[in-house]
């Protein structure tokens, strides 16, 4: 019978091209066969004949589903009613009941998505895969022809539409981690099973891939779903394959990707060895001892991350100690041991600070209720002491603050580790991990123990008949972000994709990867570097803003975390991982202050003979080269490579530093030919780009450039945030910077700034040779947080006489949280003692002044070295222009400063434009620096 008008099922199976002839007589149908000349009789009851179907035309932009499955290589529909007859390109033809069939639209609805979609796919058409080339030459221009449809349950849907991001907080998460993990890395799991889009920022050394092993066993195997982890490379990906290896699940993950990676992982299918591994403990048993301990455990980690944060407290008070005691000890200054206080306390400290500087303040400091006020509110007693020495009883108070700041944080942390020592904290973790493996292994064994291996091949595993037997062996597949398509058949989703290294994930292939989830994980990190990208293409294509979409799409501007990150704000969860293992904690503290406001907590252990932080400079000379012509351009420095040699490497090797334990890192791929020329092969040697990921025990860093012309031009490409948080946090124990003798200290505001910090931590003397002192951060934020909370009541009288300075410290509060000015920090009310190393340049009357506790309004002060680098006074009206006395103050305050050289810049309360004026002095000082 013709296909294209009949469909004949007997007895429930389609017959129709069997079928020669078809008449019905009463309650029998007769049915003559090809071939055969025998007459059947069937009872009516036991044969559908369906006829007359309708055509149902597919437009490319759809796909049809049978239930979940998308139908490919479909040539035409015929709807037969209660059937929906399906015929392939390949000659074969399928039938299914209507009700279980559908046809999907793409999921790219909007005019806005349509305009993302068709600009990336004009930049795919330029566009170039290295890795994929030995297949095809336009990989991604094919890859990307093929989205006309995009799935409208896809991430790429919700993405190019700008849907809200779904979360599912009903849903009952009973998370197991077989892989140790911290709070962070809990909330991060929980997040991302609950959200169409989470978000893990991982700085370096916070975990990110143990984060991504526990999600892994929670979903592809406590909830079985399809999960893929790609990246932009392999190697990121290559590690997740190593770990689950090494911890003997394997078996769990395809290694997929290229045609190469795909033959390769075909050629020896791993085979899961689950023997033994059943629990004698019943599985809901298992589950509630998890939780049971989950409990008890998030407790004590919330004890131990306080801990974690008051070592890190700790150890920047002694530093910020020994800078002061070294600053004490040339003031030559009388003890505090002929001063008393009823109670030693740290903030007993401050609060007579502040109240000694509100005194003076008022020109109250000789008045009996001040008197009164210090001796039954701290018991001082000395009060000729305090008139004729003031500053130098402020400096003794300063010095006993830190002493009971070191002593009160030292003790907490051993009331803690006690506290954790009683709790059994390290045993319960072991314990909680144990358990969580246990059931993990229960539930693998119970899998497949008696799961039949994987039969197909690599050319037809992509099969629907093939591809569901192995994506169910097989539930992790590991590929890069522009081959993912590739790996499964067309138009099906993963339930989860994890894309690891996403700010080095460009959007072409993020998309590409986003197309075939619904749900995905992104994790990478904004401060680390992001792809690199052909801008030549975008004089072919157009920027974002010609081809009027959002700029959060624009391919050029863009990696896939900042763009999701710019698309949906505070509006998509995200968790940052803080907790680090590493580095040791001066490297690390570097990156932390610069780039993540302080956030990270520091794991690894400091030793006190410990010098993690070494710079050489090469000595004074232009040793820059350029080479200009032939195919091996570039910039090198040869003495950099030979102080490297001659002085680094022969000093490690004294100490007996394995040279595996050695890494060098340049911005230039020229001085990394030259090194690999120069050091033994064991020396892994490479550009920062190429060594994010990587991490070495030991890394010198060489920056290349010196003052001459071509030197300077190159400041812009290496001065780069991401590109010098990346050195940096390769070095587990040792980081050494090799560099120019005083480019940077002029030109370069990140290196600058990793110079400053590498002297502060490691207090050198004779590197700073300043007469001005670092103002103290510390001891000065506490006393500001007493002074603050003192303005905020006396915000409530109408003659405040704080409200200007509460304006003025909102304003630059406010400046340093930009970007641009993240270098600097503010201190307020600070002694001018605390400045200057000494008062040998200045009159008597001067010091005197000094003595007298005299005190600037606010600081401005780099904030890796402490060093000052703006002052900012707010002179009222009645106060100072309209006080003779105060006036002349102020000239003698002013003249202080410039014999000193450091800048301060006086705001009336009745001029204006404060902000513009600030962010041109603070911008100049970037520039000079």
């Known amino acids: 019978m013709d296909e294209e008008k009949y469909l004949l099922f007997i007895k429930n199976k389609e017959r129709t091209a069997d079928i020669a002839s078809y008449t019905q007589r009463g309650t029998n149908i007769q049915v003559t066969f090809h071939n055969y000349s025998t007459l059947y009789n069937f009872r009516t009851s036991d044969v559908i004949f369906l006829s007359n179907p309708t055509a149902i035309a597919i437009a490319k932009e759809q796909v049809i589903f049978h239930q979940d499955n998308p139908l490919n290589n479909v040539m035409r529909v015929l709807d037969f009613g209660p059937r929906i007859c399906i015929f392939f390109k390949d000659g074969t033809k399928r039938v299914y009941e209507s009700q279980n069939v559908r046809i999907e639209n793409s999921g790219v609805k909007t005019s806005d998505a349509l305009k993302v979609m068709e600009y990336w796919r004009s930049i795919s058409l330029h566009l170039r895969s290295s890795e994929e080339q030995s297949e095809t030459k336009d990989f991604l221009k094919k890859q990307f022809a093929k989205l006309n449809f995009v799935h409208p349950e896809s991430v790429l849907s919700h993405y190019v539409n700008s849907s809200p991001v779904s979360i599912d907080a009903s849903t009952e998460i009973k998370p197991i981690f077989p892989f140790r993990y911290n709070l962070s890395q809990k909330t991060a799991l929980d997040q991302a099973l609950r959200s169409k889009i989470s978000i893990i920022e991982g700085p370096p050394g916070t975990g990110k891939t143990q984060t991504i092993l526990n999600i892994l066993a929670n979903l592809a195997v406590m909830q079985q779903k399809k999960v893929a982890v790609v990246s932009g490379n392999n190697a990121a990906v290559q590690n997740v394959r190593d770990k689950l290896e090494a911890a003997g699940y394997s078996f769990l993950a395809a290694s997929l990707g290229n045609t190469k990676n795909k033959k390769r992982f075909f050629a020896n299918l791993p085979i899961a060895e689950v023997a033994g591994w059943e629990s004698e403990i019943p599985e809901k048993e298992l589950l509630s001892k998890v939780q049971e301990l989950d409990g008890r455990i998030t407790r004590l980690m919330e004890l131990d991350v306080e801990k974690a944060r008051l070592k890190q407290q700790l150890s920047a008070y002694v530093l910020e100690q020994k800078h002061f005691e070294n600053y004490y000890a040339d003031q030559e200054i009388e003890s505090l041991d002929r001063l008393s206080f009823y109670r030693e306390t740290p903030e007993r400290m401050l609060e007579f600070m502040k109240d000694s500087h509100l005194a003076v303040r008022k020109g109250k400091e000789a008045g009996l209720l001040y008197k009164f006020k210090l001796f039954f509110k701290h018991g001082f007693t000395d009060f000729k002491y305090l008139r004729e020495q003031g500053a130098d009883v402020i400096l003794n108070v300063q010095r006993k603050f830190y002493n009971l700041r070191i002593k009160e944080l030292s003790s907490r942390i051993e009331q803690i580790e006690q506290d954790l020592e009683s709790a059994f904290y390290l045993p319960l973790l072991d314990e909680h991990q144990q358990c969580s493996a246990q059931l993990f292994r229960h539930k693998l064994h119970e899998k497949y123990l008696n799961l039949p291996s994987v039969k197909c091949s690599v050319k037809d595993y992509r099969q629907s008949k093939n591809f569901k037997t192995f994506i169910n062996y097989y539930p992790i597949v590991l590929s890069t972000t522009h081959s993912l398509r590739n790996c499964i058949p067309e138009n099906d989703l993963f339930d989860y994709v994890i894309i690891d290294e996403a700010s080095q994930v460009d959007l072409i292939t993020g998309a590409l990867a986003l197309s075939c989830c619904k749900r995905a994980i992104i994790v990478g990190d904004t401060k680390q570097l992001p792809q690199i990208v052909t801008m030549e293409i975008q004089q072919l294509v157009g920027n974002a803003d010609s081809a009027g979409i959002d700029e959060a799409f624009n391919y050029f501007e863009q990696n896939l975390l900042s763009s999701m990150l710019a698309l949906y704000g505070d509006n998509i969860p995200k968790v940052m991982l803080k907790e680090h293992y590493r580095c040791h904690p001066q490297i690390i503290q570097f990156c932390n202050q610069k780039y993540y406001n302080g956030d990270l907590i520091t794991y690894t252990a400091q030793e006190e003979t410990d010098l993690p932080l070494l710079i050489y400079k090469t000595s004074p000379g232009n040793h820059l080269r350029e080479v200009t012509r032939g195919e091996g351009k570039g910039k090198f420095n040869q003495r950099e490579l030979d102080?490297?040699?001659?002085?680094?490497?022969?000093?490690?090797?004294?100490?007996?530093?394995?040279?595996?334990?050695?890494?060098?890192?340049?911005?230039?791929?020229?001085?990394?030919?030259?090194?690999?020329?120069?050091?033994?092969?064991?020396?892994?040697?490479?550009?920062?780009?190429?060594?994010?990921?990587?991490?070495?025990?030991?890394?010198?860093?060489?920056?290349?450039?010196?003052?001459?012309?071509?030197?300077?031009?190159?400041?812009?490409?290496?001065?780069?945030?991401?590109?010098?948080?990346?050195?940096?946090?390769?070095?587990?124990?040792?980081?050494?910077?090799?560099?120019?003798?005083?480019?940077?200290?002029?030109?370069?505001?990140?290196?600058?700034?990793?110079?400053?910090?590498?002297?502060?931590?490691?207090l050198d003397e004779n590197v700073v040779e300043s007469e001005i002192v670092s103002i103290f951060d510390l001891m000065y934020k506490e006393y500001a947080v007493k002074l603050h909370a003192l303005r905020e009541r006396a915000k409530h009288f109408k003659r405040s006489r704080f409200q200007s300075e509460n304006l003025m410290e909102a304003l630059l509060t406010d400046l340093l949280q930009e970007p641009a000015y993240s270098g600097f920090t503010l201190g307020n009310q600070i002694l001018l003692k605390n400045l200057l190393r000494s008062v040998d340049k200045l009159t008597d009357q001067e010091r005197q002044y000094i003595k007298n506790r005299a005190s600037v309004d606010f600081v401005i002060y780099h904030k890796l070295d402490m060093t000052a680098a703006l002052a900012i006074e707010v002179d009222g009206f009645e106060f100072h222009e309209n006080k003779p006395e105060q006036v002349e103050k102020d000239k003698m305050k002013n003249n202080i400063f410039k014999t000193y050289g450091l800048k301060l810049k006086r705001f009336a309360t009745n001029e204006s434009l404060e902000e513009q004026k600030i962010r041109k002095l603070l911008d100049e000082i970037i520039q000079s620096s």
């Open 643 to 762: 102080v490297i040699e001659g002085e680094i490497l022969a000093g490690l090797e004294e100490v007996a530093v394995g040279q595996t334990d050695i890494g060098f890192v340049t911005p230039y791929r020229k001085q990394v030919e030259k090194a690999a020329g120069q050091f033994t092969d064991d020396i892994e040697s490479d550009t920062i780009h190429k060594y994010q990921g990587r991490e070495k025990p030991i890394m010198i860093m060489s920056t290349v450039l010196d003052q001459t012309r071509s030197g300077k031009t190159g400041m812009k490409f290496v001065n780069n945030p991401c590109m010098i948080n990346v050195a940096v946090s390769r070095a587990q124990n040792k980081f050494i910077l090799v560099t120019d003798h005083a480019l940077f200290r002029k030109y370069g505001n990140e290196i600058g700034d990793l110079t400053r910090y590498m002297e502060y931590s490691t």
